[in-house]
């Protein structure tokens, strides 16, 4: 997995609307992964599984607010989520 300089924030500067930006702060490059994946023979890392929960949980609200409506979860996309920084908005 790349940094975040490498792949996230050019997209993030590219694209045309509002844009939040949020790194998970103790994600590995592997963490997202689940049970045993042939990158564990060559990269050091293991599965995560407060990195699952945590990406689950934002990309929920992201598609709940977004295609449904749903309010009640704005406090995870604009709020303070313990775990990640939010990039500030240029």
């Given at each position: 997995?790349?940094?975040?300089?490498?792949?996230?924030?050019?997209?993030?500067?590219?694209?045309?609307?509002?844009?939040?930006?949020?790194?998970?702060?103790?994600?590995?490059?592997?963490?997202?992964?689940?049970?045993?994946?042939?990158?564990?023979?060559?990269?050091?890392?293991?599965?995560?599984?407060?990195?699952?929960?945590?990406?689950?949980?934002?990309?929920?609200?992201?598609?709940?607010?977004?295609?449904?409506?749903?309010?009640?979860?704005?406090?995870?996309?604009?709020?303070?989520?313990?775990?990640?920084?939010?990039?500030p908005?240029?």
């Amino acid at each position: 997995m790349a940094p975040a300089a490498g792949n996230a924030e050019p997209v993030a500067a590219a694209a045309g609307g509002p844009v939040w930006l949020r790194t998970l702060t103790k994600a590995g490059h592997t963490g997202f992964l689940e049970g045993a994946h042939w990158t564990g023979l060559l990269l050091a890392g293991k599965p995560e599984g407060r990195t699952r929960r945590l990406t689950r949980a934002l990309v929920t609200a992201f598609l709940m607010h977004h295609l449904l409506g749903e309010n009640r979860v704005d406090v995870l996309l604009d709020g303070k989520v313990p775990g990640t920084t939010l990039a500030p908005r240029p």
